[in-house]
Nanobody, 121 residues
């Protein structure tokens, strides 16, 4: 099992930047890929980004990679999502996710409670 706790969400204005963080805790797995997905009101779940234990093993949603950056502190099993030039369409609940699968699969088997990001125009 993997427990994930997100933080860093809030209300910002269009064009602002925001950094989300998430700490993963597990007693079962030693190698876990970490990432983010989001869900906006009235829309389906959308993949954002994921990173493997190798920091170079990163994958992004094509529509977001120009503005978002994912990173991790492996020793602490913490993942970050740096979001720049935020737009109102970025408004959503952002969930931290974990998977024991390869990061390239862009899937999650565990996730946290989510953190709300609201971007005003």
């Amino acid at each position: 099992q993997v427990q994930l706790v997100e933080s860093g969400g809030g209300l910002v204005q269009a064009g602002d930047s925001l950094r989300l963080s998430c700490t993963a805790s597990t007693n079962t797995f030693s190698r876990v890929a970490l990432g983010w997905f989001r869900q906006a009101p009235g829309k389906e779940r959308e993949f954002v980004a994921i990173i493997g234990q190798n920091p170079g093993d990163r994958y992004y949603s094509e529509s977001l990679e120009a503005r978002f950056a994912i990173s991790r502190a492996n020793a602490a099993n913490t993942v970050y999502l740096q979001m720049n030039n935020l737009k109102p369409d970025d408004t959503a609940v952002y969930y931290c996710g974990a998977t024991i699968r390869a990061a390239a699969a862009r899937t999650f088997d565990y996730w946290g409670q989510g953190t709300q990001v609201t971007v005003s125009s």
